[in-house]
Nanobody, 127 residues
Framework: VQLQASGGGLVQPGGSLRLSCVAS????????MGWFRQAPGKEREFVAG?????????YYADSVKGRFTVSRDNAKNTVYLQMNSLEIEDTAAYYC????????????????????WGQGTLVTVSS
């Protein structure tokens, strides 16, 4: 599985951006696509994710709930991250990741649970 992320850029506080991540290659019917971010000098952290296994379940970090929305277009094998009300603290490199196969709930927010990673797209929130 190969991932290609895009959509990052420079935005003012309070602004919006939408990130996209296209997955290519064979995937199973049970798949979780997640977004993580890493700011300079900080560890990579979970942002949002969508698990497709029978039904669809969405997950968010507390810091982005109510501001970010993750969605997936199955036909395009693409996951999106709509980011609204951006804050300076959201500045980071954003990475999409895929766990191909079943995953338990407690693992969804763990970077180590994901097998495939995109190259990252930089989001800078600054006035």
């Amino acid at each position: 599985v190969q991932l290609q992320a895009s959509g990052g850029g420079l935005v003012q506080p309070g602004g919006s951006l939408r990130l996209s991540c296209v997955a290519s290659g064979r995937t199973s019917t049970s798949i979780t696509m997640g977004w993580f971010r890493q700011a300079p000098g900080k560890e990579r952290e979970f942002v949002a994710g969508v698990r497709s296994s029978g039904g669809t379940t969405y997950y968010y970090a507390d810091s982005v709930k109510g501001r970010f929305t993750v969605s997936r277009d199955n036909a395009k094998n693409t996951v999106y991250l709509q980011m609204n009300s951006l804050e300076i603290e959201d500045t980071a490199a954003y990475y999409c990741a895929v766990r191909d196969g079943r995953i338990i709930t407690s693992e969804v927010k763990r970077a180590a649970a994901y097998s495939y990673w995109g190259q990252g797209t930089l989001v800078t929130v600054s006035s």
